[in-house]
C-alpha cells in the first residue's frame, strides 16, 4: 500500500514528482509553525513527512503512532528531536551534501563583501564618489589567511575555494585525520591559533554543547582588529552581543553573517545598526540547485524506507562529548576520496 506523506513547506519539482510516481498521496501542510505541522500529524497521521524549515518536537513526532520516516531536506538537523524519533522507532534522514556548495560559495560572497567593505561603499559613493573611491577600506583576498573551525562537507569546499583565490587556510576539526583534510589546508589542532593568526575567521560546525557560544567575547579578543568573522552555520555558535561590542569598538574588523539566534530577525538586533556588518536571511543553502537536489534527495530517502532498502543519508547524531578526536597534522601525498563535488 502507498503512503501518506506530509509536506509541511512545498518542496521542488523532482522530489514531488518521485513520490507521485510512487503511487504515494501527498498532502500539503496548513502552515509553517510548528502547532501547523502538530495539528497535521494528528488529522492525517501521514507515513512521512519532508521537512524544509519548521522546528520538530518531541510532542509532533509522537503525535502520529504511523509515522514512519522524517527527512530534513538539508544538512542541519538541530531543529529536529532525533532521539525522540529513536525513541519512537521513526527513523530520521537528511539530505547532507544537497547544499553544501551553495553555503560555501555563500561563505566565500560575505568573505568578499567583507573584504571590499561593500554595504559602506554603498552608503557612501553617491554621495561622495571620491571618498569611496580613494578613502573607504579595501583588501585583496589574495596571500590573507581564512581559519575555517569545522572542516566537513562546508568547511572543505570552502576550503578549496579559498585556495583558488590564493589565500592561506588553516582548518581547525579534532574529529578528523589529517588525511581527511583537504589537500593544500594546513591542519590546525589549536583553535586559538585560527582566532589569532586568520584574517576571517569562518565557522562551518554544528551547533552543539561544544561549539554553543564558542565565538564569544574571549575568543574575539584574540582576533586582529583587521579581522573578521564569518558564520554561515548556526546562531548559536556566537555570542552576539559580544560580537556586537566586538565589531562597534573595533576590537574586530567586522562580521558576515548567514545564521544569527533569532530566525526570521528581530528588526530591533543591534548588529543590524552596524554598517561592517551584514546580515542574509539564512539564504546559504537556498539556490535553485541545492533546493532541487536537496529535495530529490528528502524524496529518495523516503522511497529508500519505503522499500525497505537500507537509506543512503540516515542523520548519525554524533556524541562529540566521546567521539574520537585526532593529533595529527601531517597528510599524505594522496587526495582523499568519497567526497561528493556538486
Ligand atoms: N547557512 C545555511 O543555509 C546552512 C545550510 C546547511 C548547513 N548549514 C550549517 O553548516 C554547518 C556545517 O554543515 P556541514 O554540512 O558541513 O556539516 P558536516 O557534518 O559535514 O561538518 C561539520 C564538521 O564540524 C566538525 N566539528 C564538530 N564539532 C566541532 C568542534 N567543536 N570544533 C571543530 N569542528 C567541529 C565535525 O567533525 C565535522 O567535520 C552546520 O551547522 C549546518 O547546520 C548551514
Redesign the pocket.
Known amino acids: 500500500m502507498a503512503w501518506k506523506i506530509l509536506l509541511p513547506q512545498e518542496i521542488m519539482s523532482e522530489g514531488r514528482a518521485l513520490l507521485q510516481n510512487a503511487g504515494h498521496t501527498i498532502i500539503d501542510g496548513r502552515g509553517f509553525e510548528t502547532t501547523d505541522v502538530l495539528a497535521d500529524m494528528k488529522e492525517h497521521q501521514p507515513d512521512a513527512m519532508i521537512v524544509r524549515i519548521t522546528p520538530i518536537t518531541r510532542e509532533v513526532i509522537e503525535a502520529n503512532p504511523n509515522l514512519k520516516v522524517i527527512v530534513r531536506h ?3 538537523f ?1 531543529a529536529l528531536d532525533v532521539k525522540a524519533c529513536h525513541d519512537n522507532g521513526v527513523q530520521a534522514l537528511y539530505a ?1 551534501v544537497a ?2 556548495t551553495s ?1 560555501a560559495e ?1 561563505a566565500l560572497l560575505l568573505i568578499l563583501e567583507m573584504s571590499r567593505n561593500v554595504t559602506v561603499l554603498h552608503n557612501t559613493w553617491v554621495q561622495d564618489y571620491y571618498k569611496a573611491k580613494l578613502k573607504v577600506r579595501k583588501n585583496t583576498l589574495s596571500g590573507k589567511t581564512v581559519g575555517i ?7 572543505s569546499r570552502l576550503a578549496k575555494r579559498a585556495l583558488a583565490m590564493e589565500m592561506n587556510v588553516l582548518a ?5 585525520p589529517a588525511p581527511a583534510f583537504p589537500d593544500g589546508v594546513e591542519v590546525v589542532r589549536d ?1 586559538d591559533r585560527i582566532f589569532k593568526e586568520s584574517d576571517y575567521v569562518s565557522v ?5 554543547p ?2 554553543r557560544d ?1 565565538v564569544n567575547k574571549n575568543t574575539l579578543a584574540m582576533m586582529k582588529p583587521t579581522a573578521f568573522l564569518i558564520n ?3 546562531g548559536g555558535c556566537v555570542v552576539e552581543e559580544d560580537l556586537y561590542d566586538a565589531c562597534k569598538n573595533g576590537m574586530i574588523a567586522g562580521a558576515g553573517l ?2 544569527i539566534r533569532k530566525e526570521p530577525v528581530d528588526p530591533n538586533n543591534p548588529l543590524l545598526t552596524l554598517d561592517n556588518v551584514i546580515i542574509y536571511p ?5 539556490t535553485t540547485e541545492a533546493a532541487h537536489r536537496a529535495s530529490y534527495f528528502a524524496a529518495m530517502g523516503v522511497q529508500e524506507v519505503y522499500e525497505g532498502k537500507e537509506p543512503t543519508w540516515p542523520i548519525h547524531d554524533v556524541d ?1 562529548a566521546t567521539a574520537p578526536t585526532y593529533t595529527d597534522t601531517q597528510k599524505p601525498d594522496t587526495k582523499p576520496s568519497g567526497m561528493f563535488d556538486f
Open positions: 538539508g544538512a542541519g538541530d547532507p547544499n553544501s553555503v555563500t573551525i569545522g572542516c566537513g562537507n562546508i568547511g581547525y576539526d579534532p574529529y578528523k583553535l562551518h560546525t554544528p551547533n552543539t561544544v561549539t564558542m554561515t552555520a548556526r548567514d545564521a539564512h539564504i546559504g543553502g537556498n562529540y
